[in-house]
C-alpha cells in the first residue's frame, strides 16, 4: 500500500529523503545519534540540531552553538526572545474539545468539522505582561516531500474541459458571485498565465487543429473561440455562448447531432470540444502581412571592458555554436553590429568571401551604411558568418590594449577585406571605453523595422556617448525615503522608453546580456527596453570568463534556441459581469484587453487582475479564455487557445478553501514588484503586510465560533499555510530588501525583471530557497552496501541478486543521496562510480566527470523528470548550520556550497580536490564545482548539481562560500526564517496576529 501522508508541519529528521520526482517517503523510524562519527566525512558534532534549529532563528544561539558571527543580524530585534510554552499553553491536545479542534501531530491543530477545517498554531505568553510567543518548530515550510504540494495547483470541480495549471492558473479555485464578496477578499483575484507551458520539457503537446472547411468557430459577438464549455441547443445547429451567451449559428460543414446527453457525438474526435487547451492553424483573414522570417542582429559590445573581461569572446563562440541549431532553418536570418565609441557594420555577402567592416562615426543621426547587406540569409552566408565570428575577439584586442578603432595608426586583419585601424597611443585609452549604446539600438532598429526579429545585445561597459548616455550614479543619497526614490529604478532618459515603443511596434524583441564591471550600467535603463518588448535580461556583475562564461554561454544558448513565437498578441476573454482590470509582465499594452509582443517564449509568464463589472454574477460558473495569435519559426500563423472554467460562490469560506497559495503569491508579488517602480521600497513592503493581515482577520471572523473561547490561536486556511513566508520571502527578495541603496541598482534592476516574468513554480523556489545538508554522504549507504555484500555471497545469479537488492530496497528509507531511486539504475551507478574512481589518473578527468551530469541530464529530457534521490533538507536558518559540516542553498538562480570552517578534509579532497586548508581564507569566487572531479563524491555531486539545473532556464552557478569569508554576505538575505534584512518568521507571523486581532 501507497505511505501515508506526511502531517501538516511535518519537519523531515536527519537523514530522510525528497524524491526529486515528488513522492514522499513516510517518516523514517528513530536514527541512532549521529553525534558520534561514523566515518571520515561525519562533522564531529550534531549535523543537524532540528530541536533547537528554528527557535535560535529568533533568538539569540547558546553559547556553546558554532554560529557564523559575521551572519548574525547587526541590529536584534525589539523585544525578548520567545519564551517557552508553558504546560497546557497550547501545545498538542490542550484545547477543549467543546470547540471543535482534535490534536494533531507537532501541535498543529485541525478543525474537525466541515465547511469550517481550517488550521491554527497555539501562542502563549510565559508570565503576565509578557508579548505573544509561538513555538518555531510549529510554523509551517515547504521543506522536503512538502516541496512539490507545496506550489501544486489544488483540484476543481471544473478540472475536465479546463486547459492545464500550468497554462493558466487561478489564484483561488472560486469566484465570488457578487461586489459585496469580492470587497471581503484581501487576496488577489486573477490568473497566472503560461501561454507556452508545453513548450516545457516533460509537457504534454497542445493538439493542433488543422481546418479543413469552415473557418474558425467562434462567438460572432464577443469572439471567444469554440470551447468544451459551450451549450448546444436545436439538435446541434446553433451554440450559446459560454462568455455572453449569445445563440449562434454554424456552417452546414460543421453539424453534427447530439447525444442523448445534449453533447455533439463527434466530441472526442475534435479537440476543441474536449480539450482546454487547442492550436488552431489561423487561416488568411487573421494575417496583417505574409509572416517573416526568423531574424537574428547580435549587437555586440566591443569596448576594452568588454574584450578584457572576456565577454566578447564568449558571445562570439557561442554564436557561433549554436547557429546550426537557431529556428527557421532555411529561412533564418541573422546580421551582426558591434559598437564602442563607433558603429561597426558588416557587409556579408555569399559565397564565402570576407565579411568587410563599414565604421558609422555620427552618432547624432547614426544610418546604415549598406542596407542590403547587413541582414543575411543564414544557409548561404553561413562561411562568411563564422568567420567574422571567430575574427570578432582578436579584431578588438589590440584596441583594448591601446585606444579605438580608427585612430592614428593601421594593422590589416587577414578575416576581412578591407584595413581595420588601432591606435597605439596611450592619450586614446580614456576615450577608447566610451560607449555609444543609444546610437548601435537605433541603427539595429533600422536594420529589423522592416521585418522585426530578435534584437540581441551585449553591453560590458555602461553608456557614455550620444543619445541615452548615462547622466551619472543612480543611486543619489537626494532620493533615498523620499517621493523621488522611485526615480532611480526607472529610465533617466526618456529615449528608451520611446525606443521601446518604436520595437513593440514592428515586432522587434530586445534580449539584454549584461555584464557588467566595476562601473554601473545603468540596468533599470536598458531592463526598460526589454520589459516592453516581451524580453530578456540577464545581469553578470564584475564578469570574468573563467568564473561567468559556462553560465553566460548556457543562457545565450537557450534564449537562441528555444521554441519562439513571433509576432504574437495575447487577448484575454471572460465572462459576462467580469473584466480585466489589470496586466503584469513583460509587453506593450496596446488596449485594455490586448497585448503585444513581438516575440513569446516558455520562460515569459503573465498576470492578470480580475473585476467584477456588475453587482451580481449569474450562473454556476465563470469563464476565463486567452488566445495567443503568433507566427511560428516555420512561417505558419496559429492561434492557441487556453480556456478555463471556475464556480462562482457565495460564501466567503468557500473561496479560503479554494485558494490556491502559490498562484496567490505569485500574483501578489508581480504585484508589490510593479509597485516599487513608482513607490518607495518601504511603501511596497507595507502592501505585504496589509494584504496578509487583512485576509487572516477576514479568516478570523469567517471562524469567530470556533475561535471564540480561544483567542490566542493564528488560524489560517489550510491552502494558505505556506502564504505568510513567501510573502516574507518577498519583503527580504533583492527586488524589495534594505534601503534603497543597500543593494546596487543594476541587481536591484535585474531581480524585477526575473519576478515580473518567473513562473509559479520558479518564485516560490526564490522567495523561499531549498537548504541541503551535504555533510555526510556515506549516510544511508552502509546498510544497502552491507545488503549487497550479503547477496554476492549467496551464490545467486547477478540478476537474482538484483531482484533482492530491489525488493529489499522497497521498505529502505535511506537512501543515498546523488544516486537513482530505483535500486537496479543505483547499482550501476555506483560500479561505474567505483570503476572510475580506480582508474581516475588513467582517464580524461573532464570526460569522465561529466557522464555521470550527462547521465542525470538524459533522464531529465527523456521523461520530463529525474529519479536522482536529494540530500535531506534543513529550516531555511542559520541556526540549520554547524561549523563541520557542508550545504548546499538553491534559489533557482543561484546554488551557494557553504563550507564550516571545520569541515572534513576529506570531503573536500574529493569533492573538489582541495585541502580546506589550501583554500583562500577570504574570496573563494574562483573555486568552483564544474567541472566535476572523477571521484565517487564527484560524480554524485555532478548528478545532484545536473537535476537542480536540468529544469531551470538559467544555468545555476554554485559559488563555495567559506564560514567567517566576507562572501558570506551573499548567503545572508537568503536565510529568511532569521532577522536578517528584516524580521524572522517568528517575528512577523507575530506581527500578523496582531493585526488580525486589531479592531476595525
Known amino acids: 500500500p501507497p505511505p501515508p501522508p506526511l502531517p501538516f508541519g511535518y519537519i523531515p529528521p536527519p537523514g530522510s529523503r525528497m524524491m526529486s520526482d515528488g513522492s514522499a517517503p513516510p517518516p523514517p523510524p528513530p536514527l541512532p545519534s549521529l553525534s558520534t562519527p561514523t566515518n571520515s566525512f561525519a562533522p564531529s558534532g550534531p549535523i543537524n540540531p532540528m530541536a533547537a534549529a528554528a527557535t535560535a532563528a529568533v533568538s539569540p544561539p547558546p553559547p556553546s552553538m558554532n554560529m557564523m558571527p559575521s551572519m548574525m543580524p547587526s541590529t536584534p530585534m525589539p523585544g525578548p526572545p520567545p519564551p517557552p510554552l508553558p504546560p497546557g499553553g497550547g501545545g498538542p491536545g490542550s484545547m477543549g474539545s467543546n470547540l471543535g479542534f482534535v490534536p494533531s501531530p507537532y501541535g498543529i491543530q485541525h478543525a474537525s468539522a466541515a465547511p469550517e477545517a481550517f488550521e491554527s498554531i497555539p501562542i502563549a505568553a510565559s508570565r503576565a505582561g509578557q508579548p505573544e510567543s509561538l513555538n518555531p518548530q510549529l510554523l509551517p515550510r515547504p521543506i522536503g516531500s512538502l516541496l512539490e504540494s507545496a506550489v501544486a495547483p489544488p483540484a476543481t470541480i471544473w478540472s475536465s474541459g479546463s486547459c492545464s495549471p500550468a497554462a493558466m492558473r487561478l489564484t483561488v479555485t472560486a469566484v465570488p458571485g457578487s461586489a459585496v464578496l469580492r470587497a471581503r477578499w484581501h487576496l488577489p483575484l486573477g490568473v497566472i498565465v503560461h501561454p507556452m507551458a508545453d513548450a516545457e520539457v516533460g509537457a504534454p503537446p497542445t493538439p493542433v487543429i488543422q481546418l479543413s472547411g469552415s473557418s474558425i468557430i467562434r462567438c460572432r459577438r464577443c469572439r471567444t473561440y469554440m470551447s468544451p464549455f459551450m451549450q448546444w441547443v436545436d439538435s446541434g445547429r ?91 532553418e532555411e529561412r533564418t536570418r541573422v546580421g551582426i553590429l558591434t559598437y564602442d565609441s563607433a558603429l561597426h557594420f558588416y557587409r556579408i555577402r555569399p559565397g564565402g568571401a570576407p565579411a568587410q567592416m563599414l565604421v558609422v562615426s555620427d552618432l547624432d543621426e547614426p544610418f546604415l551604411p549598406c542596407p542590403d547587406d547587413l541582414l543575411v540569409n543564414l544557409n548561404e552566408c553561413r562561411a562568411s558568418i563564422d568567420g567574422l565570428l571567430e575574427s570578432l575577439p582578436n579584431m578588438f584586442a589590440s584596441a583594448a590594449m591601446g585606444g579605438s578603432m580608427g585612430a592614428s595608426t593601421t594593422t590589416t586583419n587577414p578575416a576581412l577585406s578591407t584595413p581595420i585601424t588601432a591606435t597605439a597611443a596611450a592619450a586614446a585609452a580614456a576615450a577608447s571605453s566610451a560607449v555609444a549604446l543609444g546610437p548601435a539600438l537605433q541603427a539595429a532598429f533600422l536594420a529589423l523595422s522592416s521585418m522585426g526579429g530578435k534584437l540581441v545585445l551585449v553591453q560590458a561597459a555602461p553608456a557614455s556617448l550620444g543619445t541615452g548616455a548615462a547622466r551619472g550614479p543612480r543611486d543619489s543619497l537626494s532620493y533615498m525615503n523620499t517621493d523621488k526614490e522611485s526615480l532611480m529604478r526607472n529610465p533617466e532618459d526618456p529615449f528608451f522608453k520611446r525606443f521601446a515603443a518604436e520595437c513593440s511596434r514592428v515586432q522587434i524583441t530586445v534580449d539584454c546580456f549584461v555584464g557588467s564591471g566595476s562601473a554601473p550600467t545603468d540596468l533599470a535603463a536598458i531592463a526598460a527596453v526589454a520589459r516592453f518588448t516581451c524580453g530578456e535580461v540577464q545581469h553578470y556583475p564584475n564578469f570574468l570568463a573563467s568564473r561567468d562564461g559556462v553560465k553566460f554561454a548556457a543562457e545565450l544558448s537557450r534564449s537562441l534556441v528555444r521554441e519562439t513565437a513571433w509576432e504574437a498578441v495575447i487577448r484575454i476573454r471572460c465572462s459576462r459581469g467580469m473584466k480585466v482590470s489589470s496586466f503584469h509582465g513583460h509587453f506593450f499594452n496596446r488596449s485594455t484587453d490586448l497585448l503585444a509582443l513581438p516575440t513569446c517564449d516558455p520562460d515569459k509568464t503573465f498576470a492578470v487582475q480580475l473585476a467584477l463589472e456588475e453587482a451580481v454574477l449569474t450562473g454556476p460558473a465563470a469563464y476565463v479564455q486567452c488566445a495567443l495569435l503568433y507566427t511560428n519559426s516555420d512561417g505558419e500563423r496559429r492561434i492557441r487557445v487556453h480556456t478555463l472554467a471556475v464556480p462562482v460562490v457565495t460564501e466567503l469560506d468557500e473561496m479560503y478553501r479554494g485558494v490556491d497559495g502559490a498562484a496567490a503569491a505569485t500574483l501578489l508579488a508581480k504585484l ?219 534559489n533557482g538562480r543561484q546554488l551557494y556550497l557553504w563550507l564550516g570552517r571545520s569541515v572534513s578534509p576529506a570531503w573536500c579532497i574529493e569533492a573538489m580536490g582541495l585541502d580546506p586548508g589550501s583554500m583562500p581564507a577570504a574570496d573563494t569566487s574562483a573555486l568552483t564545482l564544474d567541472p566535476p572531479r572523477p571521484t565517487v563524491l564527484g560524480r554524485r555531486l555532478a548528478r545532484l548539481l545536473a537535476v537542480l539545473r536540468g529544469t531551470r532556464n538559467v544555468r545555476q552557478f554554485c559559488y563555495v562560500v567559506r564560514q567567517g569569508s566576507p562572501m558570506e554576505g551573499l548567503l545572508s538575505p537568503l536565510f529568511v526564517e532569521d532577522r536578517t534584512g528584516g524580521p524572522s518568521y517568528y517575528d512577523f507571523v507575530i506581527v500578523l496576529h496582531r493585526a488580525s486581532l486589531a479592531a476595525k
Open 238 to 328: 446553433r451554440f450559446k455562448c459560454n462568455v455572453c451567451a449569445l445563440l449562434n449559428e454554424i456552417p452546414a460543414d460543421y453539424y453534427q447531432p447530439l447525444d442523448q446527453n445534449g453533447r455533439r457525438r463527434d466530441y472526442l474526435e475534435r479537440p476543441e470540444l474536449s480539450q482546454g487547451s487547442v492550436e488552431y492553424v489561423a487561416p488568411a483573414e487573421y494575417m496583417v502581412r505574409a509572416p517573416m522570417p526568423p531574424a537574428y542582429l547580435f549587437v555586440l559590445d566591443v569596448s576594452p571592458t568588454a574584450v578584457t573581461s572576456g565577454l566578447l569572446a564568449v558571445a562570439a563562440d557561442t554564436i557561433r555554436r549554436n547557429l546550426d541549431q537557431l529556428p527557421g
Open 672 to 890: 508589490i514588484v510593479e509597485k516599487t517602480l513608482t513607490s518607495r521600497l518601504e511603501e511596497s513592503r507595507q502592501v505585504v503586510s496589509q494584504r496578509l493581515s487583512a485576509a487572516l482577520k477576514e479568516f478570523r471572523i469567517l471562524q469567530a465560533n470556533a475561535l471564540r473561547t480561544a483567542p490566542n490561536r493564528i488560524a489560517f486556511p489550510e491552502a494558505m499555510r505556506y502564504v505568510m513566508l513567501w510573502g516574507l520571502g518577498l519583503i527580504k527578495s533583492n527586488a524589495l530588501r534594505g534601503a534603497a541603496n543597500e543593494l546596487s541598482m543594476d541587481e536591484r534592476a535585474a531581480a524585477v525583471h526575473y519576478v515580473m516574468s518567473a513562473s509559479t513554480k520558479d518564485l516560490c523556489r526564490l522567495l523561499y530557497p531549498t537548504l541541503f545538508n551535504l555533510s555526510n554522504p556515506n549516510e544511508g549507504m552502509e546498510e544497502e552496501e552491507e545488503k549487497e555484500k550479503e547477496e554476492g555471497a549467496s551464490g545467486r545469479t547477478s540478476d537474482e541478486r538484483d531482484a533482492v537488492i530491489a525488493n529489499a530496497n522497497t521498505t529502505h528509507l535511506l537512501l543515498p543521496w546523488g544516486y537513482s531511486s530505483d535500486p537496479l539504475i543505483r547499482g550501476r551507478q555506483k560500479q561505474r562510480d567505483r570503476e572510475i574512481a580506480a582508474l581516475e589518473s588513467e582517464m580524461d578527468p573532464v570526460q569522465v566527470a561529466n557522464e555521470a551530469a550527462n547521465e542525470a541530464t538524459t533522464e531529465i529530457s527523456t521523461q520530463g523528470k529525474s529519479t536522482i534521490v536529494f540530500p535531506p533538507p534543513l529550516p531555511l536558518s542559520i541556526a540549520s548550520l554547524h561549523e563541520a559540516g557542508v550545504y548546499l542553498i538553491d
